[in-house]
């Protein structure tokens, strides 16, 4: 991966991790995400890997889908910029600690949820004062993580906690698909 140019430039880069931020979060999303200033990490194919702000990384496009995974700071500023309901899923207090060191949401410690969110989508853990917990996917939709009483709710990918301290070590869906896919060439 490279953080060179591409025959695109930065500002049309910006506008299209935008539009897809908008197109996943809702509108207004992506200019609350991705400021002007952001850098990106390119894909040696030229496709846009990593979104990079102050350092730290924002989001990453997957490319297997072309969805957002989205980073703490990257959380951090969605949370900012969409008002509650909106992609959160809010957890019990007595559980608050574990989630907020990475463990994964379960069902039954679900308190509320946006009734939008889809298996899949990116969420927002956060606790019954709207505080940011936690970043990671929904593995049911809103409702059913309020009807059902046990199973997973949300695979934590980053708990704030490690963000906090600077211990974040991305997980297997953030690194670059083509280095699988490089393992088995023979060139």
């Not at 963000?163 to 670059?176: M, N, R, S």
Request: aromatic share 6%.
């Amino acid at each position: 991966m490279s953080t060179g140019s591409t025959s695109l430039s930065e500002s049309s880069t910006l506008q299209r991790v935008r539009v897809i931020a908008d197109f996943q979060f809702g509108n207004g999303a992506g200019s609350g995400i991705f400021p002007d200033d952001c850098e990106f990490i390119f894909s040696r194919t030229g496709r846009v890997r990593q979104v990079i702000w102050n350092a730290t990384r924002l989001a990453t496009l997957r490319a297997s889908d072309g969805r957002l995974t989205l980073g703490m700071a990257g959380a951090i500023r969605l949370h900012q910029a969409l008002p509650p309901p909106a992609y959160r899923v809010c957890i019990m207090p007595d559980v608050a600690e574990f989630i907020l060191q990475g463990k994964n949401a379960f069902c039954k410690h679900v308190i509320a949820a946006d009734p939008a969110i889809r298996s899949g989508d990116e969420v927002l853990v956060v606790t019954r004062g709207d505080e940011l917990i936690a970043t990671g996917m929904a593995l049911l939709s809103g409702q059913e993580m309020l009807v059902f009483n046990y199973g997973g709710a949300v695979k934590v990918r980053q708990g704030r906690s490690a963000y906090d301290a600077g211990k974040y070590q991305p997980q297997e869906d953030e690194t670059d698909d083509e280095a699988a896919g490089d393992a088995g060439r023979t060139d």
